[in-house]
Nanobody, 116 residues
Framework: QVQLVESGGGLVQPGGSLRLSCAAS????????MNWYRQAPGKERESVAS????????SYVDSVKGRFTISRDNAKNTVYLQMNSLKPEDTAVYYC?????????WGKGTLVTVSS
């Protein structure tokens, strides 16, 4: 059974950091590129970071470039998102999934709230 479980979210002050994890099960993570997505209240879900299957290349949406870093450990079937210099506009539920139109079943996500 394919499952994605996101964790690591929480309440953080502006300028703070968080590290999100996405634990994958039921499939071989090393075969897939993976993205981190986020959905803020009242907004559509957007992709913020992408990493290819080997982990050797990543890309980011402009709004998080230089602040977020996506990485993966295929041996642990886990994808990470290191988020630094967090801003209130980063507040959202964060999810991981494949890029493109074919998706795994979405996990529940992990809530990140950036507020003083």
């Amino acid at each position: 059974q394919v499952q994605l479980v996101e964790s690591g979210g929480g309440l953080v002050q502006p300028g703070g950091s968080l590290r999100l994890s996405c634990a994958a099960s039921g499939f071989n993570l090393s075969s897939y590129s993976m993205n981190w997505y986020r959905q803020a209240p009242g907004k559509e879900r957007e992709s913020v970071a992408s990493i290819i299957s080997s982990g050797s290349s990543a890309s980011y949406v402009d709004s998080v470039k230089g602040r977020f870093t996506i990485s993966r450990d295929n041996a642990k079937n886990t994808v990470y998102l290191q988020m630094n210099s967090l801003k209130p506009e980063d507040t959202a539920v964060y999810y991981c999934n494949r890029p493109g139109p074919t998706k795994f079943v979405w996990g529940k996500g992990t809530l990140v709230t950036v507020s003083s």
